[in-house]
C-alpha cells in the first residue's frame, strides 16, 4: 500500500477512535462497529462502511444527547443532535442547538447553513438570509449556498434579489450553458420572479 494510502487510514481510524471514545464515555458502549477488510477495500471504503454502522447508532436522538454531554465544546457533536431535532419536528430545540454550535465556531458554513435551513422552517427568512450571507462570505463561490438563498429571498417576497442570486447560481454550476435541464429551470424560474418582480 502506498504511503499515502496508509496516512488516509490512519486518519480515518483515528475519527473512529475519537467517536467510539466519545461514544464510550457517554455511556453508549453498546455500539459495535465491525470493518472488514480486504486487499482491494481502499481507506474511503472503510470510511463508508464504519460510517454507515455508527450512524445508525448516531441516528437515536437519545444517543447524540449523551454525546453532546461528553462533548459539549464539538461542533460536530452539537450539529448533528440539531439535525436530528430537526428531523424529529423540533425547530426551536435545533435552532438553540445551532446557536451553541456557532457560539463555539461562527464562521463554519456548514452550521450557517444548518441553522438557515431551521430558521426557514420557524418563518424566520430574514434570520435565515442572513446566515446564508455570512456563509457566502466564507465561501462566495459556494452555488448551493446562492441558489438556496434565492429560495429564502423569494419566499420572502423579494424576486430581484432572488433572481440575481440564482443567475450567480446558474452562473458557478454551469459556466458553459451546457446543462439543458439546469437552463430550462432559469428560464423558468427568470420568467416567474421577473413578472413577479414587475407587479411590485
Known amino acids: 500500500m502506498h504511503a499515502t494510502g496508509r ?7 483515528a475519527v473512529l477512535a475519537g467517536i467510539l471514545l466519545a461514544l464510550a464515555v457517554a455511556g453508549c458502549g453498546s455500539v459495535q462497529v465491525q470493518v ?10 472503510i ?3 464504519v460510517g454507515a454502522q455508527i ?8 444517543v447524540l444527547e449523551k454525546l453532546v454531554e461528553a462533548q459539549p465544546q464539538s461542533p460536530e457533536a452539537l450539529l448533528a443532535l440539531a439535525l436530528a431535532y430537526q428531523r424529529d419536528g423540533d425547530t426551536a430545540r435545533a435552532a438553540e442547538t445551532l446557536n451553541r454550535a456557532l ?10 447553513r444548518a441553522r438557515a435551513e431551521v430558521y426557514a422552517a420557524l418563518g424566520k427568512y430574514h434570520e435565515a438570509i442572513a446566515d ?7 465561501e462566495p463561490q459556494n452555488a448551493d449556498v446562492l441558489r438556496r438563498r434565492g429560495d429564502f429571498l423569494q419566499q420572502s417576497g423579494q424576486p430581484g434579489a432572488a433572481l440575481d442570486d440564482y443567475r450567480a447560481y446558474l452562473a458557478l454550476a454551469d459556466p458553459q450553458g451546457a446543462n439543458a435541464e439546469l437552463q430550462a429551470w432559469f428560464e ?3 420568467a ?6 414587475a407587479g411590485n
Do not use: F, H, K
Open 47 to 49: 470510511a463508508q462502511t
Open 36 to 45: 472488514i477488510t480486504g486487499a482491494n477495500l481502499s481507506g474511503e471504503d
Open 103 to 112: 457560539a463555539l465556531a461562527p464562521a463554519r458554513v456548514d452550521l450557517l
Open 55 to 62: 450512524e445508525a447508532a448516531l441516528g437515536q436522538t437519545s
Open 192 to 197: 416567474a420572479l421577473g413578472d413577479a418582480d
Open 7 to 13: 496516512r488516509r487510514i490512519g486518519s480515518y481510524c
Open 188 to 190: 423558468a424560474v427568470s
Open 132 to 138: 446564508l450571507t455570512a456563509a457566502l462570505e466564507q
